[in-house]
């Protein structure tokens, strides 16, 4: 899959969010980003669900502007769909929000996004193996300790995803070879000690 570089990031609000805070949803979305566009049919038999539940939970993201028809891959009465951003972000303001059902919403996005990263975290380990030494020498799986205040940790947070755009420009298209599209998970997380 070619993706445009100014493929956007969506920020989410309260709105929306309750439109993506559902596991389905989370994962027909992420679906979309990872392989591009399908069919209701296709993302059913991919996940292990229903058609009905996954043309449904499509419509309702659809509702919600996280996706669209992809109608240069349509043929007849199929309809494709493809996701409109690359990504989506959690406004921290949202966590907080006055409304329990915002903050349940918010709670259970953060969960489901946490599942996936040790998901994708646990397939590299599964299947490290199958790639080549280079990738293997280019992944990396690290741990830091820091002591912080709130303010460093968020120019921390800030610098990292600045790094990580900058590398926007540099990237490759799909179709060069080694060129793989890669997850990058920061986590950046006060803990207490004992």
Do not use: C
Not at 77 to 86: I, S
Not at 159 to 166: E, N
Not at 172 to 193: G, M, N, Y
């Amino acid at each position: 899959m070619t993706e445009p570089r100014d493929w956007p990031v969506r920020t989410l609000d309260a709105r929306s969010l309750r439109g993506l805070a559902h596991p389905l949803r989370m994962r027909l979305l992420y679906t979309l980003r990872l392989n591009g566009p399908a069919t209701a049919s296709q993302l059913a038999a991919k996940l292990g669900e229903s058609s009905g539940a996954t043309s449904y939970h499509l419509r309702q993201l659809a509702a919600h502007g996280f996706v669209e028809d992809a109608p240069e891959h349509g043929k007849g009465r199929e309809r494709w769909w493809q996701a409109v951003a690359q990504g989506v972000q959690l406004d921290n303001a949202i966590v907080r929000d006055s409304s329990p059902e915002v903050r349940g919403a918010a709670a259970l996005y953060l969960h489901e996004v946490a599942n996936t990263h040790t998901q994708e975290l646990a397939t590299w380990l599964g299947t490290r193996h199958e790639w080549s030494e280079e990738w293997n020498d280019a992944s990396d799986l690290s741990d830091w300790r820091l002591n912080l205040t709130p303010a460093l940790a968020s120019e921390l947070v800030q610098k990292m995803h600045d790094l990580i755009s900058g590398y926007r420009a540099l990237a490759p298209d799909a179709d060069t070879p080694d060129a793989e599209q890669v997850r990058i998970h920061t986590h950046v997380l006060p803990t207490h000690t004992d």
